[in-house]
């Protein structure tokens, strides 16, 4: 268990850029033991895995639609996990959530992550 909660969210133009924060507490594990990841879900969409990270930072795994223009990275000190999002487009709009999970293996955008955030509100306007 992890509580999460996500900070950076807001509104911009196309071709502009955010930094999404998450940070976590509460840890039932030490906090470099969990894979990280953001998610988002867009109105009338379903959620949808964008970017997850291991547990060292060391490697990184994207969604198609995002590669290139976002890219995630933790800093384990600070049990702090972020997202940079250059080029944003309208079509990136949604509730962006952070995620954590416990389990072994590949820290891949498809794993079961089982701890959530609330979530932070992303809007490009064209």
């Known amino acids: 268990q992890v509580q999460l909660v996500e900070s950076g969210g807001g509104s911009v133009q196309a071709g502009g850029s955010l930094r999404l924060s998450c940070a976590a507490s509460?840890?039932?594990?030490?906090?470099?033991?969990?894979?990280m990841g953001w998610f988002r879900q867009a109105p009338g969409k379903e959620r949808e895995g964008v970017a997850s990270?291991?547990?060292?930072?060391?490697?990184?795994y994207y969604a198609d639609s995002v590669k290139g223009r976002f890219t995630i990275s933790r800093n384990n000190a600070r049990n702090t996990v972020y997202l940079q999002m250059n080029n944003l487009k309208p079509e990136d709009t949604a509730v962006y959530y952070c995620a954590a999970e416990n389990g072994g293996g590949y820290c891949y955008i498809t794993d079961e992550f089982n701890n959530w955030g609330q979530g932070t509100q992303v809007t490009v306007s064209s």
């Open positions: 990270i291991s547990r060292s930072g060391g490697t990184a």
């Open positions: 509460k840890y039932t594990y030490t906090y470099s033991t969990y894979c």
